[in-house]
Antibody, heavy 118, light 110 residues
C-alpha cells in the first residue's frame, strides 16, 4: 500500500527558504505512470496546488509561485522534495505531498504544518 | 489563475441529497474532462471521491456522483449520512500541465 510522509522544519524565518521532503513507500518515484506533487493549505483556508514533478525530473509549477519554487526528485532515496524561497507569513500552511495519476491526486501524505515566523 | 468558484457552504438532513457546484471557465472546467473532487475531514488529508468528472474510485460509496455542464461541475451526495460532513474541493486541469482547486465547500449534515 502506497504511503507518503512529509518531513522538514516546522518553523522557518521570514525571507528564508522552506525545505520539505516526501518519503515514498509501497511505490516508486521512478514509475513512469505517475507524477508527484505538492499542495498546501493555509490555516482555515482552501487548497492550493504548488507543483508536480515527473520521474525524469520534468517539473510543472503554479504560475503564482513559479519564481520561488523548486521541486526535485531523488530516485535513489525514493523521495521528492520542495523548496520555497523568500518566505512571508502568507506561506504559513499545511504542506501535503501526493501522487498524481493521469488527472487527479490519488494518494496524499498526512501533511506537515510549516509556520513562517521570526 | 483564480480559484474555481464553489459555494462556501451547503447543508442537508440525513437521507437527503445535496449538490455542490464548481464553476470555472472554458479554459479549465469547460475545456477538459479532468475535474476531480476531494473530501476533507477536519485535521485530515483530502481524499479523492470523484475523478475525470464522473468516475468513482474503488471504495467510495455509490452515494457520491458527479457531472459537468458547460463550465460548471457538480458533486451530488445522496442519502446523506453524518460521516459525509466535511469540506469538499474540486480540482480542474487548466492546460500547460497546471491545475487549480476550487475554494472549497463546507457540507453540514443537519
Amino acid at each position: 500500500q502506497l504511503q507518503l510522509q512529509e518531513s522538514g522544519p516546522g518553523l522557518v524565518k521570514p525571507s528564508g527558504t522552506l525545505s520539505l521532503t516526501c518519503s515514498v513507500s509501497g511505490g516508486s518515484v521512478s514509475s513512469p505512470s505517475y507524477f508527484w506533487g505538492w499542495i498546501r493549505q493555509p490555516p482555515g483556508k482552501g487548497l492550493e496546488w504548488i507543483g508536480n514533478i515527473y520521474f525524469n525530473g520534468n517539473t510543472y509549477y503554479s504560475p503564482s509561485l513559479k519564481s520561488r519554487v523548486t521541486v526535485s526528485v531523488d530516485t535513489s532515496k525514493n523521495q521528492f522534495s520542495l523548496k520555497l524561497s523568500s518566505l512571508t507569513a502568507a506561506d504559513t500552511a499545511v504542506y501535503y505531498c501526493a501522487r498524481y495519476s493521469a488527472s487527479y491526486f490519488e494518494s496524499w501524505g498526512q501533511g506537515t504544518l510549516v509556520t513562517v515566523s521570526s | 489563475q483564480s480559484a474555481l468558484t464553489q459555494p462556501p457552504s451547503a447543508s442537508g438532513s440525513p437521507g437527503q441529497s445535496v449538490t455542490i457546484s464548481c464553476t470555472g471557465t472554458s479554459n479549465d472546467v469547460g475545456g477538459y474532462d479532468y475535474v476531480s473532487w476531494y473530501q476533507q475531514h477536519p485535521g485530515k488529508a483530502p481524499k479523492l471521491v470523484i475523478y475525470e468528472v464522473t468516475k468513482r474510485p474503488s471504495g467510495v460509496p455509490y452515494r457520491f456522483s458527479a457531472s459537468k455542464s458547460g463550465n460548471t461541475a457538480s458533486l451530488t451526495v445522496s442519502r446523506l449520512q453524518a460521516e459525509d460532513e466535511a469540506d469538499y474541493y474540486c480540482l480542474s486541469y487548466i492546460g500547460g500541465n497546471s491545475w487549480v482547486f476550487g475554494g472549497g465547500t463546507k457540507l453540514t449534515v443537519l
